[in-house]
């Protein structure tokens, strides 16, 4: 028989995977950041994760980051929008979160500007871009990504660009899937000799539970992690994502 391991159990076996797998690619784990995806998972999961250490947490839903700040409001929990955002729901993110990680066009960023000045309120962000060919995908076009950036840091002072954002092909095709990562990361070399005042392409949000090793060996700072984390989700990835 054996027992479920607790989520301080799996977190310290995901820490070290990932650790295991940047010393593989010549990297240094130091350079790897876990992002832990807590969508579909209720109260009682994130009171545990949090418990674990774990006060920094993404989300798909801003439906969700609202509702679980006001019965987790105690736990000091640092919000990250990581789904595809309509820009009529920007005020809750510039209210509840302190990054977005999927901000990919001018409308969602004029929206979100407005918000966050009506706040009082600054936020991270990173750039979403579309990697894959799949219609289900979300992003900045790769051939628009520079002159985007531009206009950002140049209307939007309340709006900090901090790196890129992607999700890789879903497929079993390995060199698909690094094609995809490797294009964000080519960007983000781009990006940076731009000399862009203000931006400063620190991170890589790239990789999932299912592609993390892939990611991690083309550069991956930032890796959103749920099910290998959370275990299995009550409801498919296609009911909660996209929105």
């Known amino acids: 028989m054996t027992t479920e ?3 301080p159990e799996r977190l310290a076996q995901l820490k070290q995977r990932i650790h295991d797998v940047a010393v593989a690619a010549g990297r240094d784990p130091a350079e790897v950041n ?3 995806v807590s969508k579909t998972f209720g109260e009682e999961a994130i009171r545990e994760a949090v418990a674990a250490g774990c006060h920094r947490l993404g989300e798909n839903r801003v439906q969700e980051i609202v509702a679980k700040q006001e019965v987790l409001e105690d736990c000091n ?19 509840y979160a302190t990054e977005i990680q999927s901000l990919d066009r001018i409308s969602l960023a004029k929206a979100l500007e407005r918000r966050l000045q009506n706040e009082g309120r600054q936020i991270d962000a990173l750039v979403q871009v579309k990697t894959s060919p799949e219609p289900s995908k979300y992003g900045a076009d790769p051939d628009e990504l520079l002159n985007l950036i ?3 840091t140049q209307h939007m002072p309340s709006i900090h660009i901090k790196g890129l954002m ?13 094609q995809c990562f490797r294009t ?16 400063t392409m620190d991170k890589l949000s790239m990789g999932m539970s299912g592609d993390m090793e892939l990611a991690i060996a083309e550069g991956a700072t930032e890796l959103r992690i749920g099910t290998a ?5 009550p409801y498919g990835d296609d009911y909660y994502w996209p929105e």
């Open 5 to 7: 391991l607790t989520f």
């Open 34 to 36: 876990l992002l832990p």
């Open 77 to 95: 929990i640092s919000w990250v929008m990581i789904g595809h955002l309509q820009a009529n729901k920007a005020r809750d993110v510039a209210r």
């Open 150 to 152: 531009k206009h950002f």
């Open 166 to 178: 992607t999700m890789a092909i879903h497929s079993s095709d390995e060199a698909a899937v690094r």
């Open 184 to 199: 964000l990361r080519e960007l983000r070399d781009e990006v940076r000799k731009a000399g862009i005042e203000g931006v």
């Open 229 to 233: 984390l959370f275990g299995a989700r």
